[in-house]
């Protein structure tokens, strides 16, 4: 606010000092000229009153903005923990059984199972943000049917173009809560060469859970794993030998 009055008749600029002459010239009226100057320069009480208002408005507004930004500090919610990766794992015995000359292809998976762990509850599926794998599960049944059906990670030197070809689809890979808490491995197979299909059918395996714990599910995940593996690698042996006969 600005406070302000008018001004009329002769002034004396401000610094300026008045000469011996024009008190003499003047007399009695210079001093009376510099006495009202004085009182207009002299805040009103109304002008006193808008001014120290405006310092107590200018005062509150950051007293507010003060509290916005402290209580803003308590209302915003905490960031989400960061997320924690798992491996499937299983205390799985070296493989007894010869490698097999078969052609292993790439193990097809759906689009819920991916690097976040999933649940399952009926027909209800859903996935835990804050739990995820370290690698894709697919990649997990790859390894894992290679160690059973080579005896190592990759396929050895002997397999041809000819040889028959190992078809591996998943289809569960989860925790399943309802009825029945437990870790859950199914895995679709089929073998077939030039001449039929030798092998169609589906292995499951499961392990109980007790808790709700991520450490628990993965240790489930990865012996039902190696059970499903050990059960595909027998099947598959059976049916490279001509055991099994041809599948419709």
């Known amino acids: 606010m600005v406070c302000a009055s008018a001004r009329g008749g002769r002034s004396v600029p401000r610094?300026?000092?008045?000469?011996?002459?024009?008190?003499?010239?003047?007399?009695?009226?210079?001093?009376?000229?510099?006495d009202r100057r004085a009182a207009r320069d002299t805040p009103t009480p109304a002008c006193r009153r808008a001014a120290w208002w405006e310092e107590v408005s200018v005062r509150r507004m950051w007293l507010a903005c003060l509290i916005v930004g402290l209580g803003g500090c308590r209302i915003l919610p905490a960031p989400p923990p960061p997320p924690r990766?798992?491996?499937?794992?299983?205390?799985?015995?070296?493989?007894?059984?010869?490698?097999?000359?078969?052609?292993?292809?790439i193990v097809r998976s759906p689009l819920h199972l991916r690097e976040a762990i999933t649940w399952r509850r009926a027909d209800e599926?859903?996935?835990y943000e804050q739990?995820?794998?370290?690698?894709?599960?697919?990649?997990?049944?790859?390894?894992?049917l290679a160690r059973?059906?080579?005896?190592?990670?990759?396929?050895?030197?002997?397999?041809?173009?000819g040889a028959p070809l190992?078809?591996?689809e998943l289809r569960a890979f989860e925790?399943?809560?309802?009825?029945?808490?437990?870790?859950?491995v199914a895995l679709s197979v089929q073998m077939a060469d030039a001449r039929c299909v030798r092998l169609r059918?589906?292995?499951?395996?499961?392990?109980?859970?007790?808790?709700?714990?991520?450490?628990?599910?993965?240790?489930?995940?990865?012996?039902?794993?190696?059970?499903?593996?050990?059960?595909?690698?027998?099947?598959?042996?059976?049916?490279?030998?001509?055991?099994?006969?041809?599948r419709a």
């Open 15 to 34: 610094g300026a000092s008045i000469s011996a002459g024009e008190t003499q010239e003047h007399g009695r009226e210079a001093m009376p000229r510099l």
């Open 85 to 105: 990766y798992f491996t499937p794992t299983a205390v799985t015995a070296a493989p007894t059984q010869p490698p097999v000359a078969i052609r292993l292809g």
């Open 125 to 127: 599926y859903g996935f």
């Open 131 to 144: 739990r995820r794998w370290a690698e894709l599960p697919a990649t997990y049944v790859e390894r894992a």
């Open 148 to 161: 059973e059906l080579y005896a190592s990670d990759h396929p050895y030197a002997g397999i041809t173009d």
């Open 166 to 168: 190992v078809s591996v």
């Open 175 to 184: 925790e399943v809560l309802a009825p029945a808490h437990e870790a859950r």
């Open 201 to 246: 059918e589906t292995f499951a395996a499961a392990r109980p859970l007790a808790d709700d714990d991520p450490a628990a599910l993965a240790r489930g995940l990865g012996e039902a794993l190696d059970e499903v593996a050990r059960a595909i690698g027998t099947a598959v042996r059976r049916a490279a030998a001509g055991r099994s006969g041809c």
